[in-house]
């Protein structure tokens, strides 16, 4: 079995191709599941909804291989009981996005209430960057992918996630810095501004060059870059 | 080295006390103490050499820490007495005293402005004599003849485009205003030529970035005398930005740095706020070694003092002389702060400062 990270790398890689392209074309090619059909539904466990982003983000329709892996994902790894707060909320981005894909396959494992959001406000701006980049994934505007817990606790934090992403680019973090800048690129809005002084375009620019050669990273960079752009605005 | 002794002893009783809270005085006159009482002891270490004004004497190891020495010791005294009269204290009072020997000492070892007059005799288009004397002027320690001698050179254009950073420009600039010459500069415009005035992008930030930044403020604020010097959008600028450079110093162990960052933070028309400045303090003040000097960057490896100039830099005393005189000045200067936003002498939880902290 070929090592998980290299598959989620390989399938961020897709998603970053598809993304920047914006064409109408499949994540996920459809021959290239056969033996490491197991990781292929576990990598995309591990991206999550990003998997269907450039359909989500570019307003296709997603390809119906990409939604049969998001759905097997779903049922194979439902979150434990002890399961932490970023993996329910993960999986319950996956369900939503399931459910705006795929409005007609209703199934019991797409229902439940939403996890708690609440901890995120308790968090310190260190804390809440890390979280929230871990959550990278649930990162996408309310207009395009419907009301989210985690977007509006998330939401009066800008000063905090930019000071996060200041932080993470000190420390040459990129993934994290990346993903904090997608939270940024989302939630900067006139009630919650982020500061003009961040230079998050350029700051953006700079993490992709730094950290761009790592797929996970240039798929938030070019998340971000496509929604700073007015993608799905 | 009696202060010496006496400095340790006091930190192996403050070690089981119970935990400092660095919003109130007594955390802060503790540390300013402690760092004050090392530069004592070490006093002999800032003296001049005899053959100071000698091309061959390295200036970096004698004027600089003597000059380095008159600035700090200076703002202390002006802090400290500050603290002292808001809460009618003696120990503040002490400090104040204390900081001002020093600053006298190193008057007396520039032979009250002979020894920069003839350093300017030596060098006359060096802006360095003027900047050490700025630091002697601003507490009121003059040389007419050093002001007389300098004021002619100011006026030529040499000295107006001398090559200098713009935070290097911006501290002539003030040193000319402590000398009463006149300004060749609008320090307005040489502000914004600096890294900070740029209202940079704050994930730039470097280590050189970083002593720019403090520097700028200081020439600005007057080391901290003048906090409305810092205009409304670097004061705003430095409150969204100071949080991360701050976290990010302490995890590079750049101690000095941080030092200065929190002075800067102490010296905001707006200071920054104590629940953000607590935790830093609380790890900047354990960092202090036993004999309450703090080293300027990573661990604290280094072994005795060498004593004496003939074993040359670096030594012990090398390391941590700068950074000490950092840590007293920022400490008072918060300490000030506090006074500022009107902190009472005892139990004082800074509700004041929170009102008027900027997120």
Not at chain 1, 184 to 213: E, K, Y
Not at chain 2, 36 to 62: I, Y
Request: with cysteine.
């Amino acid at each position: 079995m070929k090592n998980l990270s290299g598959a989620v790398c390989d399938l961020a890689s897709e998603v970053v191709s598809v993304l920047r392209d914006g064409d109408h074309r499949a994540v996920i090619s459809p021959n290239g599941q056969g033996p490491d059909a197991e990781l292929g539904v576990a990598a995309v466990r591990v991206l999550g909804a990003d998997v269907l982003l450039p359909s989500t983000l570019h307003r296709h329709p997603a390809a119906p291989g990409d939604l049969r892996l998001v759905r097997e994902a779903v049922r194979t790894f439902p979150p434990g009981g002890d399961a932490s707060a970023s993996t329910e909320w993960s999986h319950w981005a996956m369900r939503e996005a399931l459910r705006r894909h795929d409005p007609t396959a209703a199934a019991p494992q797409l229902s439940g209430a939403a996890p708690d959001a609440a901890w995120l406000s308790r968090l310190s701006w260190q804390e809440l960057t890390h979280q929230l980049a871990v959550l990278g994934a649930l990162a996408v505007p309310p207009a395009v992918a419907g009301p989210s817990p985690v977007v509006a606790a998330a939401a009066p934090r800008t000063l905090d996630l930019a000071r996060g992403f200041v932080r993470a680019v000190r420390r040459r973090d990129w993934l994290q810095a990346a993903g904090a800048g997608r939270w940024l690129a989302v939630l900067d809005s006139d009630t919650s501004p982020v500061p003009a002084t961040l230079g998050l375009d350029a700051g953006l620019d700079f993490v992709l060059r730094m950290g761009g050669a790592d797929p996970r990273v240039a798929l938030h960079a070019h998340a971000a870059r496509l929604l700073r752009a007015g993608a799905a605005g | 080295m009696t202060a010496h002794t006496a400095g340790a002893t006091a930190r192996v009783e403050s070690a089981a006390a119970p935990e400092q809270d660095y919003a109130d005085y007594a955390a802060h006159g503790g540390i300013v103490r402690g760092a004050l009482e090392w530069v004592t002891a070490h006093q002999d270490r800032f003296a001049l050499p005899a053959d100071v004004s000698d091309p061959r004497t390295d200036l970096n190891w004698s004027m600089k820490p003597l000059g380095e020495l008159a600035r700090l010791s200076t703002s202390i005294t002006r802090t400290a007495h500050t603290v002292a009269e808001h809460l009618h204290d003696e120990e503040w009072r002490r400090l104040a005293r204390h900081a001002r020997g020093l600053l006298d000492f190193a008057w007396a070892e520039i032979a009250e402005g002979r020894v920069l007059l003839e350093l300017a005799r030596a060098e006359p288009h060096a802006t360095y004599p003027l900047e050490i004397y700025s630091a002697f002027a601003s507490a009121g320690l003059r040389d007419e003849e050093f002001e007389e001698f300098t004021g002619a050179l100011v006026r030529t254009r040499a000295w107006a485009f001398t090559e200098q950073q713009p935070n290097r420009r911006l501290g002539v600039l003030a040193a000319e205003h402590h000398a009463r010459l006149p300004s060749h500069d609008d320090p307005t415009e040489v502000l914004r030529r600096t890294w900070l005035g740029s209202l940079p992008e704050p994930w730039t930030f470097d280590v050189a970035a970083g002593y720019a930044l403090t520097h700028t403020v200081f020439h600005l604020t007057d080391w901290g005398a003048r906090p409305a010097g810092v205009p409304a959008d670097l004061n705003r600028y430095l409150h969204h930005w100071l949080p991360c450079w701050l976290d990010t110093c302490l995890e590079d162990q750049q101690w000095d740095l941080t030092c200065e960052l929190l002075a800067v933070g102490a010296s905001l028309p707006a200071p920054y706020p104590p629940d953000r400045y607590r935790p830093v303090w609380r790890e900047l003040a354990a960092r202090r070694a036993a004999d309450g000097s703090l080293h300027e960057v990573g661990p604290d490896t280094e072994g005795p003092d060498t004593e004496g100039r003939d074993d040359g830099p670096p030594d012990r005393f090398t390391h941590r002389y700068h950074s000490t005189l950092a840590v007293a000045f920022a400490a008072a200067l918060t300490a000030a702060a506090l006074t500022a936003a009107g902190v009472p002498a005892h139990g004082g939880r800074a509700t004041a400062f929170q009102a008027g902290a900027h997120r």
